[in-house]
């Protein structure tokens, strides 16, 4: 499976932007899909996932929860966030990923595919 991560760019604090991820799995529906994020110096962390089960069951981290929003279209192979009331700290390069079977979609470590990341950066 190769994912295709685009859509970052520079914004301002309060802005919103949306990343996109693109799938080349045609059993894009069978994975349970996320982001991660990666800041300069810093460990790659949970954004938010979903799961492929037919209700879409979506966790967040609590950094980001009430303000990014995930979602799949498994008809396009295509996975996305959007980000509202961007804050300096969401600054970071953007992974998508997708795991074949997860016990915990929060944990890195479950997913075997990643995308290149996109870089977004939010300016105080």
């Known amino acids: 499976v190769q994912l295709q991560a685009s859509g970052g760019g520079l914004v301002q604090a309060g802005d919103s932007l949306s990343v996109s991820c693109a799938a080349s799995?045609?059993?894009?529906?069978?994975?349970?899909v996320g982001w991660f994020r990666q800041a300069p110096g810093k460990e790659r962390t949970f954004v938010a996932a979903i799961d492929l089960s037919s209700t879409g069951n979506k966790v967040y981290a609590d950094s980001v929860k009430g303000r990014f929003t995930i979602s799949r279209d498994n008809a396009k192979n295509a996975l996305s966030l959007q980000m509202n009331r961007l804050k300096p700290e969401d600054t970071a390069v953007y992974y998508c990923?997708?795991?074949?079977?997860?016990?915990?979609?929060?944990?890195?470590?479950?997913?075997?595919?990643w995308g290149q990341g996109t870089q977004v950066t939010v300016s105080s």
């Open positions: 799995a045609r059993t894009f529906s069978g994975f349970d």
């Open positions: 990923a997708a795991a074949r079977f997860s016990r915990d979609v929060t944990g890195s470590y479950e997913y075997d595919y």
